[in-house]
């Protein structure tokens, strides 16, 4: 499974929400009514645990990603920033 898959099933399981119908990847889940602020923190939190990334407070607080898209994106990003990090470690492409 991979990163967006990952992320998608974790919204889909807590959330209990289906990608596909109206809900797309693009879809703002806090406008949609399938997420909210608490559910926002535990989104937050797991992908600190999933992915290994930190997400500091004011990441959590000025930039709401609030689709998969959004999501996803920024999960990329942390996790290509933690791996630039590693010194010696190649990066595959």
């Known amino acids: 499974m991979d ?8 919204i ?3 959330f209990l929400v289906e990608f596909g119908g109206e809900v797309t990847d693009g879809t703002d889940l806090f ?7 608490f559910g926002y923190i535990q989104l937050m939190s797991f992908l600190e645990d999933e992915f290994a ?5 004011e990441e959590i607080l000025t930039d709401v990603f609030v689709s998969l898209d959004a999501i996803d994106a920024f999960v990329a990003r942390k996790a ?8 010696d470690a190649s990066c595959a492409g």
């Not at 406008?31 to 602020?37: F, H, I």
């Not at 990334?53 to 407070?57: C, F, N, R, S």
């Open 3 to 10: 990163r967006t898959d990952t992320i998608r099933q974790f």
């Open 12 to 14: 889909e399981d807590r």
């Open 31 to 37: 406008k949609a009514g399938v997420m909210d602020s």
């Open 53 to 57: 990334i930190g997400v500091t407070d």
């Open 80 to 87: 290509a920033a933690r791996d630039a990090g590693q010194g």
